[in-house]
C-alpha cells in the first residue's frame, strides 16, 4: 500500500483561491484522496484540462502536475486532443455546471457519444460563481439570481442523466456532503476505460447559497443532506415529488468500446491501404 | 511510408495544402465541414492515418481548434482548416493559442462573406480579420498562397513558422487557389526545410513569455507544465490582477514576432526599384496582376508589383520603398478595400493609392480592369 495520505504532496506551495466553505476544496480533497487510494504517489500519470470558473482552478495551477487552463466551456475538446495521441495518460477534466453543461455542453454530450476515454468532474453550485451569482442551466426553477430578479423560469438540466443516456461508460451525481461515496465514484471514473463522469453538487455561499436565505456552507451541507434521494428511491416517485430533489447515486457503469479503441481499429485499416497503394 | 514523393502532380490546391501538412510532419488534424475548405479534412481523413496520424471531424469549429491545441501540447504537430463562418468561431481559441505559444497552423479558404454570403464564391475580406480578429493585444502571422505549388510550400512553412515562434499561423488561401488544379512540383525531402520547436532541458522551468522563444514542454514528460490563457509568469502561473506581469508578458509576445518581422516576411517582387506604377497584390488576384503587367509592358508602361506570401506581418518598408519610384499604387482585391489602408499606411504619401475592388459571384479582378486601371492613372499623373 502506498504511504499515509498528504494532499500537501500533490499541490504546488500556493494559496487556494476559493471562498470560505467552498465545495471545490472538498472536491479537490476527494479527488486527491481517491488517487492517493489507487497508488498514485504522485500525478505523473496525468493530464488535467479545465476551462473558465473558479472550480475550473481546482487543478490549474495548484496540482503539481501537468495542466491546461483553456477557454470557457472547451476543456473537453482540449483534453480529447491530448487523449488521442497521448492515450497512457489519464486525462482528467474539472469544470463548473456554466462552463460544461452550458456554454460546453455539445463537447460534453459528443464525448460521451463518443465514449472518448477522458475522466469530467462537473461541479454544481447550481450557480455561475467566478462571475458573482447569474442564472446557470442548473439553477432550480424560482431562485432569484442577479438576471432572474423575479425567480428563475427554466427547469434546471438533468446534466448525470443526460451524460449517461448519450453513451457513457460511467456517470455518477453525488453532493459534497457523500464524501465517502463521492471519493469511491472518483476511484470508479479515474479506472474506468471510456467517458466517465461525475456531477459533484457543491456549496457556493456567497453566489448561491445567500439568493436561497443560507449564509453559510453547513447550512447548504444540511440542505443537500435533507433533499438527497438514491435511485432506487426516486425510481418510486412522480416528477412533482422530485422537484427540486438531488437524486445521487451511480446512473451507468458499463463497457463499451471507448474512442481510442475504435480510432486504433481505422488506423490500422489506414496503413493497409497505404502499404496496397 | 506514405508522405508525397518526390516528382510533378496535377493537384487541387486543398489537396496540396494537406499533403504540404504531411511532409511537414503534421500528426494530428481536427476540422468540421465547411466549403470551401473541406477537401482538406477530406484528404487529411483519407492521407494522414495512412502516416499514423489522426484525424477528427469534431462537433463544431471550436471543438477542432481546442483538440488541435490539446494534441499541440502533446509535442504534435497539428492542423485545421475552415472558411469564414468557422474562422469567426475559432477565434477565441486563436487568441488563446497566442497567448499559451502553442504552436498549430489554421487554414482559412476565403469564401464571399459577411455571413454565409455566397458559400461557394471566392472572396479575399478576411485579411483584416486574420491580423485582429483576436480580441486583445497580439501579433499575427499570416500567410498567403497564390498557386496550388504555394498552397503545398506555404503549408510547411506555415508549420515551420508555428514550430519556430510557437504561435498560431494562419494559412490566408482563398476559394479559387483552394479550388484550381495545377501542375506543381514536389521537392525530394532532403531539399525541402523542416523546423522543429525547441524542446527543454530536464531542469528548465521557464516554459512562457521569452523574447528568444521559450523552450516547449510536452505533457507527460514530468515538466508538470502549467498552460493558461490568463496572464501568466514565465513559469505559468497566474497574475490576475498584477499590470507588470502582465505588461511584460503581452509585450513579449508581440515582440517575439514583431522583432523577427525581416525573417518572417516573404514575397515576390516585380521591376519595384524601376516602375511609374506599382500594385500590391496577394492571393489569386496576383494571377491578372502577371497577365495586366505584361499588357502594360506591350503599351510602354513601367509597372512593378510586390507580391504578398506574407500579409502579416505587413512588408512595409518594401511598399514604402517601390512607392518612392512610383507615382501611384495600385491596391485590386476581392474585398471592398482591406489591405489597402496597410498599403496606405506604409506608403506614407509618397505615391497616390488607388483601390481595384470586386467582389460577388466569385468573379476575379480580370487583367483588362486592371490595365484599364493601369493606363488611367499614368494619364492622370
Ligand atoms: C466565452 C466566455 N463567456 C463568458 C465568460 C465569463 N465567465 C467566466 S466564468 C463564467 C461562469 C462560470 O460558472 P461555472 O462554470 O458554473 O463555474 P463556477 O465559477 O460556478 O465554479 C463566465 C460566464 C468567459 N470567461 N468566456
Ligand atoms: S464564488 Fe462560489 S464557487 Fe467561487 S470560490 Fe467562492 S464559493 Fe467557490
Redesign the pocket.
Known sequence: MTETFTIRKYLRDLTLPFCAGCG?VTVMNCFLRAVHELGHNDLRKFVFCS??????WIPSPYFEADSIHT???RSIPVALGVKLMRPDLNVVVF??????A??GLSHLVHAARRNVDIMVVM???M?????GG?V?P?TPLGVRTTTTPYGSFDPPLDTVRLVATAGASYAARWTTMHFGQLKEAMKAAVTTSGFSFIEAVSP?PP?FGKKIGLKDAAGMLRLFKENSLSLEQADKMTKEELENKIVVGEYVRRKRPTFTERICETLKEAEKTAEEN | MAKPLAGTYFWQGNEASAEGAIVAGCRFFAGYPITPASEILEHMAFRLPQNGGIVVQMEDEMAALGAVIGASWTGAKAMTATSGPGFSLMQ?LLGYAFMTETPCVVVDVQRAGPSTGQATKCGQGDVMQARWGIHGDHASIVLSPNSVQEMFELTIQAFNLAETYRTPVVLLADEIVAHMRERMTVPSLEQTTIAERKKPNSTEKQFFGLKQVAPMPSVGEGFNVAVTGSTHDEQGYRFTADPLVHRRLVRGLVEKIRSNTDRIVDFESYKTDDCDVGIVCFGCTSRAVYEAVELAEDKDVKVGFLRLKTIWPFPEKNVNSMAQTAHVVIVPEMNLGEILYEVDRAVQGAAKVVPLNKIGGGEMITPEELLAEIVGSVKAS
Open positions: 471545490c476551462g473558465i470558473g473558479c472550480s475550473a477557454t470557457h466551456g469544470g463548473g455546471d456554466g462552463d460544461l452550458g456554454i461541479v454544481n453550485n450557480i455561475y460563481g467566478m462571475t447569474q446557470a442548473t457556493c453566489a | 477565441e
